[in-house]
């Protein structure tokens, strides 16, 4: 089946540093989605990308969508406390029928010290 | 802005009792979702609706079923809770069945099965 994995599982960043996490599907999917767990919370849907190689900006968040639409990245410039949290990547395998379904990867836990 | 309700917060549970954890949104979306969140895991399907009465299994189905009588209300069962069922679970809808739409989640029930 359909696998996502997502690296690193944790980055200990200091406030100021820059961030990146990466999204790895087993098969192209349709569009990616990026959310964001803070701790204690529950995953908040952060954007979708469609297009091959597709960049989208969110202040200092940085969204990319790969070539081959099998990859994404999430860079954050100059993380702050605010920016702690988990962030997933999710994507519907393309072609045939997902029902909406979601595979999501295994998330990257960001800790960010000031 | 959608609301995804789930009833409880936290739920302490015997091994073999039936536990019932209830879900209700009011953005009358077609989706639902049943995840379970566990460390290192991310989140892992276990059933999805994208209609009235229709279910499907997700990637790990083992051990649940799930009935969805209304289009807002999504019920996950555990018929003989055990204890590796012990777990973070969430639940989402979405508005399209087409994977292009994003996933609204609840605050998530922590189920502990001692």
């Known amino acids: 089946g359909q696998q996502v994995m997502q690296i690193p599982q944790y980055q200990h960043v200091q406030e100021g540093e820059d961030f990146t996490t990466y999204c790895n599907s087993s098969t192209t999917l349709s569009n990616i989605q990026w959310y964001k767990q803070r701790p204690g919370g529950h995953p908040v849907f952060l954007i979708q990308l469609v297009k091959s190689g597709e960049v989208k900006k969110q202040k200092r968040l940085t969204f990319q969508f790969g070539e081959a639409k099998k990859n994404s990245s999430l860079h954050i410039t100059a993380t702050q406390t605010t920016d702690v949290g988990t962030y997933f990547c999710?994507?519907?395998?393309?072609?045939?029928?997902?029902?909406?379904?979601?595979?999501f990867g295994q998330g990257t836990i960001l800790t960010v010290h000031p | 802005d959608v609301k995804v309700t789930q009833s409880s917060r936290y739920l302490v549970k015997r091994t073999g009792e039936k536990v019932f954890l209830e879900c209700v949104q009011d953005?009358?979306?077609?989706?639902m979702f049943w995840y379970r969140q566990d460390p290192g895991l991310g989140l892992r399907l276990i059933y999805f609706s994208y209609d009235v009465k229709m279910k499907e299994k997700g990637d790990i189905p083992e051990g649940y079923s799930v009935s969805r009588e209304k289009k807002e209300r999504f019920s996950l069962i555990l018929e003989s809770a055990s204890t590796n069922q012990t777990s973070m679970y969430l639940c989402?809808?979405?508005?399209?069945?087409?994977?292009?739409?994003?996933?609204?989640f609840g605050n998530g029930t922590r189920l502990t099965v001692t």
């Open positions: 989402a809808s979405s508005l399209s069945v087409d994977g292009g739409s994003p996933l609204h």
């Open positions: 999710a994507g519907p395998a393309a072609g045939g029928t997902s029902y909406g379904k979601l595979t």
């Open positions: 953005m009358d979306h077609e989706n």
